[in-house]
T-cell receptor
């Protein structure tokens, strides 16, 4: 494990389901990120949290709802998703987001399939 | 808006060859550039980070260069091995806009034994 743990690793859900992805980091970092990786597209930044405060919402549809209860945990709540939302969702963390020497550590990802 | 392009999209070479992966970005106002490796079904592993004030970084058989003014970076892999087979991603952290990284689509590398 890289220090950033994501669960579940695989998730299959229907369009009417509600599910959540979880991310936990054991690195003492203060910033956490959600990225989406779709087939044949670059990784897309979804959300950024710094010291539990959301600093970036990259025009993500409201059917994705992030939650950051503390600097170590990050959730992505999913509801009424579409098949095109099927992708690998990657969580990352970094010391903070304000310095140029920011190195991101990624988790292994949660593979989501929406039927 | 920052855009990152990686060439080639895919590359297959025999074991032992030296090879170069290319990355270009449109906005030179960056904090840093990072190269990652992604194995199938796995997350990203950071390989090298180059700050905007640096020209290159080296780690083992890997050497990454940065020419910020021309918006280019290269990742040089010496004496390639089958274990180097993976997708290599380039990402930049821009001074403006979103606080995360902007990624390229990656180069899918296969090293033939």
């Amino acid at each position: 494990e890289t220090g950033v743990t994501q669960t579940p690793r695989h998730l299959v859900m229907g369009m009417t389901n509600k599910k959540s992805l979880k991310c936990e980091q054991h690195l003492g970092h203060n910033a956490m990120y959600w990225y989406k990786q779709s087939a044949k597209k670059p990784l897309e930044l979804m959300f950024v949290y710094n010291f539990k405060e959301q600093t970036e919402n990259n025009s993500v549809p409201s059917r994705f709802s992030p939650e950051c209860p503390n600097s170590s945990h990050l959730f992505l709540h999913l509801h009424t998703l579409q098949p095109e939302d099927s992708a690998l969702y990657l969580c990352a963390s970094s010391q903070d987001y304000t310095t140029g020497a920011n190195v991101l550590t990624f988790g292994a990802g949660s593979r989501l399939t929406v039927l | 808006k920052q855009e990152v392009t990686q060439i080639p999209a895919a590359l297959s070479v025999p074991e032992g060859e030296n090879l170069v992966l290319n990355c270009s970005f449109t906005d030179s106002a960056i904090y840093n550039l990072q190269w990652f490796r992604q194995d199938p079904g796995k997350g990203l592993t950071s390989l090298l980070l180059i700050q905007s004030s640096q020209r290159e970084q080296t780690s083992g058989r890997l050497n990454a260069s940065l020419d910020k003014s021309s918006g280019r970076s290269t990742l040089y892999i010496a004496a390639s091995q089958p274990g180097d087979s993976a997708t290599y991603l380039c990402a930049v952290r821009s001074r403006g806009g979103a606080d995360g990284l902007t990624f390229g689509k990656g180069t899918h590398l296969i090293i033939q034994p």
